[in-house]
């Protein structure tokens, strides 16, 4: 009989077949939403979790801490409950009600700050503490390595091996690093295509990080090319995910498809496969769906 933990990952592709107007190649939409959690974010906090009991680095005692935008503190507290751990989470005041409320549903102390930056530093500075294991997102290689061991590995299979194109949202980069190291293992000539905001947008889950604040695990050199996202086209496109193609989804999904479908536009042929992050229904206090 299976776990929850056992659910985590092997999301379905589904095809983009309205909003594509390219009919030599392929648009594949890889629904993340579909973890139990909601999110990509399963996969890195159960590796990061996993892993950290595993080599002893949780102490008996110690609890959880860790700086989020949203996505990653809701796996978190899902999977800190399995293995019966306290978490901390420290997110940005501006995050809609319904991820912190998923968070306290799930036994998370929530604490609330002025923007990522002031919850990263107030994690870091925590977690110093013996009393709390920082599991640091940013720097920590069990984030990438899930979707080294995961998500790039099942793109490959359900792809038959013919993916030419990888987009992704960049964030704390985990997801495009550790599918990147996978993907050009097998294909060097697939193409990673990461995408950040517009200067002046703001989109949950996609930062254009200051250089004090590049999470440590990002190495430039696994990405292709960066498309930029205004705030604007990254909206539009979550709502013609969900009006078009019944796809639900936030706003940073939105920048990925848009990204990937105007790349299609400019291919001769391909497969391009990019990352829903989550779901729609995260988002339903905020104007994403206004």
Not at 185 to 200: A, L, M, R
Not at 210 to 221: G, N, Q, R, V
């Given at each position: 009989?299976?776990?929850?933990?056992?659910?985590?990952?092997?999301?379905?592709?589904?095809?983009?077949?309205?909003?594509?107007?390219?009919?030599?190649?392929?648009?594949?939409?890889?629904?993340?939403?579909?973890?139990?959690?909601?999110?990509?974010?399963?996969?890195?906090?159960?590796?990061?979790?996993?892993?950290?009991?595993?080599?002893?680095?949780?102490?008996?005692?110690?609890?959880?801490?860790?700086?989020?935008?949203?996505?990653?503190?809701?796996?978190?507290?899902?999977?800190?409950?399995?293995?019966?751990?306290?978490?901390?989470?420290?997110?940005?005041?501006?995050?809609?009600?319904?991820?912190?409320?998923?968070?306290?549903?799930?036994?998370?102390?929530?604490?609330?700050?002025?923007?990522?930056?002031?919850?990263?530093?107030?994690?870091?500075?925590?977690?110093?503490?013996?009393?709390?294991?920082?599991?640091?997102?940013?720097?920590?290689?069990?984030?990438?390595?899930?979707?080294?061991?995961?998500?790039?590995?099942?793109?490959?299979?359900?792809?038959?091996?013919?993916?030419?194109?990888f987009v992704s949202s960049m964030g704390?980069?985990?997801?495009?690093?550790?599918?990147?190291?996978?993907?050009?293992?097998?294909?060097?000539?697939?193409?990673?295509?990461?995408?950040?905001?517009?200067?002046?947008?703001?989109?949950?889950?996609?930062?254009?990080?200051?250089?004090?604040?590049?999470?440590?695990?990002?190495?430039?050199?696994?990405?292709?090319?960066?498309?930029?996202?205004?705030?604007?086209?990254?909206?539009?496109?979550?709502?013609?995910?969900?009006?078009?193609?019944?796809?639900?989804?936030?706003?940073?999904?939105?920048?990925?498809?848009?990204?990937?479908?105007?790349?299609?536009?400019?291919?001769?042929?391909?497969?391009?496969?990019?990352?829903?992050?989550?779901?729609?229904?995260?988002?339903?206090?905020?104007?994403?769906?206004?």
């Open positions: 009989m299976a776990t929850i933990l056992d659910l985590v990952g092997n999301t379905p592709l589904v095809e983009i077949k309205k909003l594509n107007k390219n009919p030599k190649v392929k648009v594949y939409a890889k629904l993340e939403g579909d973890n139990p959690g909601g999110s990509v974010k399963d996969r890195a906090a159960l590796n990061m979790i996993k892993s950290a009991l595993e080599r002893g680095d949780i102490k008996p005692g110690m609890k959880l801490i860790e700086a989020t935008s949203g996505n990653t503190g809701i796996a978190l507290a899902m999977i800190a409950r399995q293995f019966d751990l306290e978490i901390e989470l420290v997110l940005p005041e501006k995050s809609t009600r319904e991820r912190t409320q998923t968070m306290e549903a799930y036994g998370a102390k929530v604490i609330q700050l002025d923007g990522i930056e002031a919850c990263r530093d107030y994690a870091d500075e925590k977690g110093q503490s013996d009393e709390y294991f920082q599991l640091n997102q940013f720097a920590n290689p069990d984030n990438y390595e899930a979707h080294y061991k995961s998500t790039g590995p099942e793109i490959w299979r359900d792809t038959d091996g013919k993916v030419t194109h704390t980069t985990g997801t495009i690093m550790g599918t990147s190291m996978y993907l050009k293992e097998q294909d060097s000539s697939v193409q990673i295509v990461g995408c950040q905001p517009t200067d002046g947008s703001s989109i949950p889950g996609i930062r254009r990080w200051p250089k004090e604040y590049l999470p440590k695990i990002f190495d430039a050199s696994r990405v292709d090319r960066v498309i930029d996202i205004s705030t604007e086209d990254a909206t539009a496109m979550a709502r013609n995910l969900a009006k078009t193609e019944s796809i639900f989804a936030g706003m940073s999904s939105g920048g990925a498809a848009h990204a990937a479908l105007k790349l299609a536009e400019e291919l001769e042929e391909g497969l391009i496969v990019f990352i829903v992050c989550d779901r729609g229904d995260r988002y339903l206090s905020s104007e994403l769906f206004a």
